[in-house]
């Protein structure tokens, strides 16, 4: 819709209550008129436009190039790398269709399961990454009757796929088993992840989105107290941390050795953030390893005193533990432990009471079984408040809350720390810096945060997610980083408008941490993933996501207005909201009926529109203004600005320009 100097501009007209393209939707899968559809439905979205509740596997961004026909005459999109491995007519045991079972084709592919059924009339396609199956189980024997007999697919994103098959010799269920455990579980059986396969060309390269040394200089590194180090160049003082580090010019190279050996993991106090003008820093780390004994290290102690007279409006420096104080008082007994106040000259110390990983895991089970597949609306808050799942984001919001107020209004350095330093502390120091840097508030902002934060400074992805790997019960699995994102999405409720991203940028994350389908989240530090090249070898998320900037924009950011705004949102039990747009999306009841994502990009329209037309009316007016200059320079002098209409007006366009 271009701007029209006759008729002006046209908003768009409002987006039905469904889209008349398709009819209705089961919210296991997605249907569609067509596989070669140009909607930006996603494939394992269970409604039929993009909005805040649906997945974002979305093969609008994703381009393919192969159409492959089924029996049926239908096709469906294959990736660049993508083969199908495996085809069976299989049952899809629905749970919001009612007792009978949905006939259908299943296709196996080494990326995803593709589940269309036989008759039209079942609007219903499954189309799910590999990289979401959790576990593959076999429920039913040969003697079970009805359609008891098949496969149970539990997935990484809330929900379950149940599929009855036949007993016939034709169809075993074992051959179908082990053709989803092999292409769903590649690290299981020594092959490739899928995105080492993925051949796809995009118009940016995500990975040059982030670039410590240039990100270190935005924050006004070097400077007289912090500098640009690259000792750790080939990962001899940490092999966990990345190769360029931020630390007090005032260290030397020897001493910074003597206090990896008395940090856990090797990980020693490092920079994060420093404020553009208080100088106060947010500094991150492991614990110290005292033990029972109390051990000390004064390289250790003089490390913090240095970063706490960096900053010379403070003469204290604080230091937050994430983890409950029983917690670390039991980290003693192996060998860890946390800072004396006796022994840290000015130091205050707070313990931030966040569970450990396994609680937490513990907790999103329980949000799974309240959300899938039976919602109980009668027991909904009961069954929310047993899960505690708020009272843990709440907890993780409430400690970066008071880290965000320490630096920010009592000028104050903090350092940061849980055990290893790689999980509660990336939820902190991420968290902190994004209420009060609103650079990372914006779409590329983000992306370097977590580049830096959760990426860089070695969060162990592989462990947490398991990519690949079928050991589903693994002591390490744990939702760390989804609980972030969680955090994130409650600071979005409470400055819907201080954001560049939407919601739907955060689902997209969310979902691309497990399809396995680019390279971003793979290993658990960035030596790691420099010895497999996965830079050289896969594509990165960031080029997916920027090659599509327009779907992931909020439209009611205003970048002149949030450029100086620091958060602090209300970290308060009663505030937290619970994530139905993404943990409730696989039940349609829990579907909102009107698309939020499609009145956004009516609205990014309108505004683009808007900007046009301002733009031209400036042109307009610097023209005139020019061509009475010439007129009347040999009569009159120019007029001030403020005494000048034309610019008076253009002022007044110029205020409705939004960035």
């Given at each position: 819709?271009a701007?029209?100097?006759?008729?002006?501009?046209?908003?768009?007209?409002?987006?039905?209550?469904?889209?008349?393209?398709?009819?209705?939707?089961?919210?296991?899968?997605?249907g569609?008129k067509?596989?070669?559809?140009?909607?930006?439905?996603?494939?394992?979205s269970?409604?039929?436009s993009?909005d805040?509740?649906?997945?974002s596997?979305?093969?609008?961004?994703?381009?393919?190039?192969?159409?492959?026909?089924n029996?049926?005459?239908?096709?469906?999109?294959?990736?660049?790398g993508e083969?199908?491995?495996a085809?069976?007519?299989?049952?899809f045991?629905?749970?919001?269709?009612?007792?009978?079972p949905?006939?259908g084709?299943?296709k196996?592919?080494?990326?995803?399961?593709?589940f269309r059924?036989?008759?039209?009339?079942y609007?219903?396609?499954l189309?799910?990454p590999?990289g979401?199956?959790?576990r593959?189980?076999?429920?039913?024997?040969?003697?079970?009757?009805?359609?008891?007999y098949?496969?149970?697919?539990?997935?990484?994103?809330?929900r379950?796929?149940?599929?009855?098959?036949s007993?016939?010799?034709?169809?075993?269920?074992?051959?179908?088993?082990?053709?989803?455990?092999?292409?769903?579980?590649?690290?299981?059986?020594?092959n490739?992840?899928?995105?080492f396969?993925?051949r796809?060309?995009?118009?940016?390269n995500?990975?040059?989105v982030?670039?410590?040394?240039?990100?270190?200089k935005?924050?006004?590194l070097?400077?007289?107290?912090w500098?640009?180090?690259?000792?750790?160049?080939?990962?001899?003082?940490?092999?966990?941390?990345?190769?360029i580090l931020g630390?007090?010019?005032?260290?030397?190279n020897?001493?910074?050795?003597?206090v990896?050996k008395?940090?856990?993991?090797?990980?020693?106090?490092?920079?994060?953030?420093?404020h553009?003008?208080?100088?106060?820093?947010?500094?991150r780390?492991?614990?110290p390893l005292?033990g029972?004994?109390?051990?000390?290290?004064?390289?250790d102690?003089?490390?913090?005193s240095?970063?706490?007279?960096?900053?010379?409006?403070?003469?204290?420096?604080?230091?937050?533990?994430a983890?409950?104080k029983?917690?670390?008082?039991?980290?003693?007994?192996k060998?860890g432990?946390?800072?004396?106040?006796?022994?840290y000259?000015n130091?205050?110390?707070?313990?931030?009471?966040?569970q450990?990983?396994h609680?937490?895991r513990?907790s999103?089970?329980?949000?799974?079984?309240?959300?899938?597949?039976?919602?109980?609306?009668?027991?909904?808050?009961?069954?929310?408040?047993?899960?505690?799942?708020?009272?843990?984001?709440?907890?993780i919001?409430?400690?970066?809350?008071?880290i965000?107020?320490?630096?920010?209004?009592?000028?104050?350095?903090?350092?940061?720390?849980?055990?290893?330093?790689?999980?509660r502390?990336?939820?902190?120091?991420?968290?902190?810096?994004l209420?009060?840097?609103?650079?990372?508030?914006?779409?590329?902002?983000?992306?370097?945060?977590?580049?830096?934060e959760?990426?860089?400074?070695?969060?162990?992805?592989?462990?947490?997610?398991?990519?690949?790997?079928?050991?589903?019960?693994?002591?390490?699995?744990?939702?760390?980083?989804?609980q972030?994102i969680?955090?994130v999405w409650?600071?979005?409720?409470?400055?819907?408008n201080a954001?560049?991203?939407?919601?739907?940028?955060?689902?997209t994350?969310?979902?691309?941490?497990?399809?396995?389908l680019?390279?971003?989240?793979?290993?658990?530090?960035?030596?790691?993933?420099?010895?497999?090249?996965?830079?050289?070898?896969?594509?990165?998320l960031w080029?997916?996501i920027n090659?599509k900037?327009?779907?992931?924009?909020?439209?009611?950011y205003?970048?002149?207005?949030?450029?100086?705004?620091?958060?602090?949102?209300?970290?308060?039990?009663r505030?937290?909201?619970?994530?139905?747009?993404y943990?409730c999306?696989?039940?349609?009841r829990?579907?909102?009926q009107?698309s939020?994502?499609?009145?956004?990009a009516?609205?990014?329209?309108?505004?683009?529109?808007?900007?046009?037309?301002?733009?031209e009316?400036?042109?307009?007016?610097?023209e005139?203004?020019?061509r009475?200059?010439?007129?009347?320079?040999q009569q009159?002098?120019?007029?001030?600005k403020?005494?000048?209409?034309?610019?008076?007006?253009?002022?007044?366009?110029d205020?409705?320009?939004i960035?």
């Amino acid at each position: 819709m271009a701007f029209n100097r006759e008729r002006g501009f046209q908003a768009p007209p409002p987006p039905p209550a469904r889209d008349r393209n398709f009819q209705s939707v089961n919210s296991s899968g997605v249907g569609r008129k067509n596989s070669s559809s140009t909607s930006l439905s996603s494939p394992s979205s269970p409604s039929p436009s993009i909005d805040s509740s649906n997945s974002s596997i979305d093969q609008s961004l994703a381009v393919s190039s192969t159409c492959h026909g089924n029996q049926d005459g239908v096709g469906f999109t294959l990736l660049n790398g993508e083969t199908i491995e495996a085809a069976y007519d299989v049952s899809f045991l629905c749970p919001f269709s009612g007792s009978s079972p949905i006939n259908g084709s299943l296709k196996i592919t080494n990326y995803r399961l593709y589940f269309r059924p036989h008759k039209p009339e079942y609007p219903l396609i499954l189309d799910i990454p590999l990289g979401f199956v959790s576990r593959i189980e076999k429920f039913g024997g040969a003697r079970t009757p009805g359609d008891n007999y098949g496969l149970e697919i539990v997935c990484r994103d809330i929900r379950n796929l149940r599929f009855a098959l036949s007993r016939d010799v034709g169809q075993p269920r074992k051959d179908i088993f082990e053709a989803l455990n092999t292409n769903a579980f590649p690290i299981s059986y020594k092959n490739p992840l899928f995105c080492f396969k993925y051949r796809e060309q995009y118009h940016v390269n995500g990975w040059n989105v982030y670039d410590a040394v240039e990100e270190y200089k935005r924050m006004g590194l070097d400077n007289e107290s912090w500098t640009i180090s690259r000792i750790n160049e080939k990962y001899a003082l940490c092999d966990t941390y990345p190769q360029i580090l931020g630390l007090p010019s005032g260290i030397t190279n020897e001493e910074l050795f003597e206090v990896a050996k008395f940090r856990s993991r090797a990980r020693i106090p490092v920079l994060s953030w420093i404020h553009p003008r208080s100088m106060a820093t947010i500094t991150r780390c492991s614990q110290p390893l005292t033990g029972m004994g109390g051990k000390r290290s004064k390289e250790d102690e003089n490390l913090v005193s240095v970063i706490m007279e960096a900053n010379a409006q403070s003469h204290r420096i604080c230091i937050f533990d994430a983890r409950p104080k029983l917690n670390a008082v039991a980290n003693m007994g192996k060998g860890g432990g946390y800072e004396n106040e006796e022994h840290y000259i000015n130091a205050e110390f707070h313990f931030l009471d966040i569970q450990n990983i396994h609680v937490m895991r513990s907790s999103l089970g329980k949000v799974k079984d309240m959300c899938f597949p039976v919602i109980d609306d009668s027991r909904w808050l009961s069954n929310l408040e047993a899960t505690h799942w708020l009272d843990h984001v709440k907890q993780i919001l409430a400690g970066a809350v008071k880290i965000a107020d320490k630096v920010e209004n009592h000028k104050t350095s903090v350092i940061v720390h849980c055990s290893d330093g790689w999980d509660r502390t990336s939820q902190l120091t991420a968290l902190a810096m994004l209420l009060l840097d609103s650079y990372y508030r914006t779409l590329t902002g983000f992306q370097i945060l977590i580049e830096k934060e959760w990426l860089s400074f070695g969060h162990k992805f592989n462990d947490r997610i398991g990519h690949g790997d079928d050991k589903h019960n693994d002591a390490d699995r744990s939702p760390v980083f989804l609980q972030f994102i969680d955090c994130v999405w409650q600071v979005m409720q409470q400055f819907p408008n201080a954001f560049e991203f939407n919601e739907y940028f955060l689902t997209t994350i969310l979902d691309h941490l497990y399809s396995c389908l680019y390279g971003t989240f793979l290993y658990n530090s960035d030596k790691e993933r420099k010895e497999q090249k996965v830079k050289s070898r896969t594509k990165s998320l960031w080029s997916c996501i920027n090659s599509k900037r327009n779907l992931f924009l909020n439209s009611m950011y205003c970048a002149e207005l949030e450029r100086d705004l620091k958060l602090f949102p209300i970290a308060s039990i009663r505030y937290m909201k619970f994530w139905k747009g993404y943990y409730c999306r696989w039940n349609p009841r829990m579907r909102p009926q009107d698309s939020v994502h499609l009145r956004h990009a009516q609205i990014l329209t309108l505004r683009d529109q808007l900007q046009a037309k301002v733009d031209e009316l400036n042109r307009e007016l610097m023209e005139k203004s020019r061509r009475n200059g010439e007129q009347n320079s040999q009569q009159v002098t120019s007029p001030r600005k403020e005494e000048n209409p034309h610019s008076n007006i253009s002022s007044r366009m110029d205020s409705l320009n939004i960035v």
